[in-house]
């Protein structure tokens, strides 16, 4: 077996299944855990599905596909984080490895993830699969725990990255606490929370239900997630945060619209106590669920204090976040505050009791939240079977064939000597080279994480993401500094107490940046056509500033009319945030349908990029054609001649990763020998074609003029 073939992660869960190749910071394929197939044999009846033979055997789809396949019957093999039903099991993963990840299994290893508790039986079921269906030629099964804790590596630095730590796992389908002690289960403190990202999707459901009629009924639960998805945080305090939406519910209501499947109709959501009342189920489930009134922070607060004493504090320093549902605004802050009351109440408490002899250290209480949460079991996967050791611990195929399917009944634990750094660390920029070309051959040299002297189209496009986000994060320093915020009171999550911070105001910013008959204009809410001004630009202006308000408030995530620096980089780019990018739909189409019928058509789309483009580029004899070309055959999807809402959003936020889109691109146009790589001699050779991959500051260099911005700037529009 050939060493180098990378191998494949696969962590399958109650919702969705994520898979891709280790040594990658983010899962190739992630589908729903859900197979569609048409069965004529009684509903559990198994056996009978085991006989299909031939063609129909193959007559099934998984993930997106089976959700939308008609006429079949849709079944999930995973309830709980269990596997529930091992045929289906094995037909899912068959279509995972050959249709999706189209590779050979018998030339990867693979790494397999399991619940806590799982059994030993579904251990060797898995294996009798891997191996004698897919003949794989070795295989682990690693805890989603371990793997969680060892993604938080990426937040930490390496004189304190640890296995030891409790790490909240939730999902769409069930919600883990899980001690971990080196590397090692501690299985009798482990709890289970009936709550998950699908009860609260569930409940949101209900409270629309009640309240807005306009949504299609079998688009209900659909609507439902999407709202939990964009609008929904974490607040400090129910109580203050209802008397805030009942004071002004005008300020805090956030509208979400909707295409109707059947009408290909727009409808529209008011979304107002649903935004904080859908993550407060976590820590105050008796709302959704009255069989259920333990808080998540008291769950943790218990599950610690069963653990054996001398590993208390080290899980109380070291809480990890996993999975989707913990991925909403503040969530990992109150999480943090109500878990250290709860500490620092017990302290107190045992200091009088003892009447001031007991006088204990303060225990500290940190949530780990990072960027590779969401994904962070698969991620921990990844970094675990790009080591070395991994090889040497997976149960293999010749031990299978010799002891059977109980060798997978344990697995070798992983320690922190044995792990070691992602081998996808971010690029070290230092220029130091002269020319053009010398440069690009160090950035080759950066890009090559695996020094193979090839590029390929996922290290192209890691460096791609890199630029962006260190271009992005030098903007939002630029504009930050010029408009100078000044510190202000706001809420701290430690305490209710008000805290001094630097915030920009609403009103800096609007003085700061318009003229003062713009905001005249602007409070007075007249209409742009009422206006009699000298300047030709005050329409456009004005506009500008009432799209200003409504970015502002999209970004403000914890509705305190304020933003910090986080929140202010989504208002100037609103692409890179989720609670944000629908404004971009919505302006685009405001700005290019000038008759209001909901749609694009191509005169419209024509008249726009007329517009917009400058007379150099008009003069192009090719200019209409090209465009019309564009629109014709990437925009219109469904070739009616018009721009649907769902078209814009595609074409303006797309499903799929343009930096990856790119990356595929240069190397197609610049790949002379056709290996679907790069060498450094192409990259030379096509010097001009790769100028965008040189960093800013290698530019600089060269350039001897000031980057100071003078003037305020607009790069929000």
Known sequence: MNRRMPPIVIDNGTGYTKMGYAGNREPQFIIPSAIALKETSKVGDQASRRLARGVDDLDFFIGDEALDATGYSVKYPIRHGIVEDWDLMERYWEQCIFKYLRVEPEDHHFLLTEPPLNTPENREYTAEIMFETFNVPGLYIAVQAVLALAASWTHRSKGSRTLTGIVIDSGDGVTHCIPVAEGYIIGSCIKHIPIAGRNITYFIQNLLREREFGIPAEQSLETAKSIKERFCYVCPDLAKEFEKYDKNQSKWIKQYTGITAITKQPFVVDVGFERFLGPEVFFSPEIANPDFMTSLSDIVDTCIQNCPIDVRRPLYKNIVLSGGSTMFKDFDRRLQRDIQRLVNQRMKLSYQLSQGRLNPTPIEVQVVSHHMQRYAVWFGGSLLASTDEFYAVCSTKAQYDEYGPSICRHNPVFDDKHLHESQIPPPNLQPKHEDIVGLLEKVFQQMDKDQDSLIETNELKLWLDDIHKNLINENIQQQWAYYNPPVTEVHSWESYDPE?????????????????????????????????????????????????????????????????????????????????????????????????????????????????????????????????????????????????????????????????????????????????????????????????LIPAELWRQFSTESATTTSGPHDEF
């Open 500 to 692: 001094k911070k630097e915030v920009l105001t609403w009103e800096h910013y609007m003085n700061t940046t318009y003229t003062s008959d713009i905001i005249e204009a602007f409070n007075a809410n007249l209409d742009v056509n009422s206006v009699k001004s000298e300047d030709p630009n005050f329409p456009s202006y004005y506009i500008m500033l009432k799209r200003a308000e409504k970015r502002w408030k999209a970004a403000d995530s914890n509705n305190d009319t304020v933003l910090t620096l986080e929140e202010f980089k989504t208002f100037l780019h609103p692409d890179e945030a989720e609670a944000t990018k629908h404004l971009l739909v919505e302006e685009a189409m405001d700005d290019m349908d000038h008759d209001k019928n909901g749609e694009i058509s191509l005169q419209e789309y024509l008249k726009h990029m007329t517009d917009v483009s400058s007379d150099e580029e008009k003069k192009d004899p090719n200019f209409l054609s090209t465009h019309q070309a564009q629109f014709e055959t990437y925009l219109d999807k469904d070739k009616d001649g018009n721009l649907s809402l769902q078209e814009l959003t595609e074409w303006l936020t797309p499903s799929y990763d343009r930096h990856e889109a790119e990356a595929s691109r240069m190397i197609q146009d610049t790949d002379d020998d056709h290996d679907q790589k790069l060498n450094k001699d192409e990259i030379v050779k096509n010097d001009q074609y790769f100028l965008s």
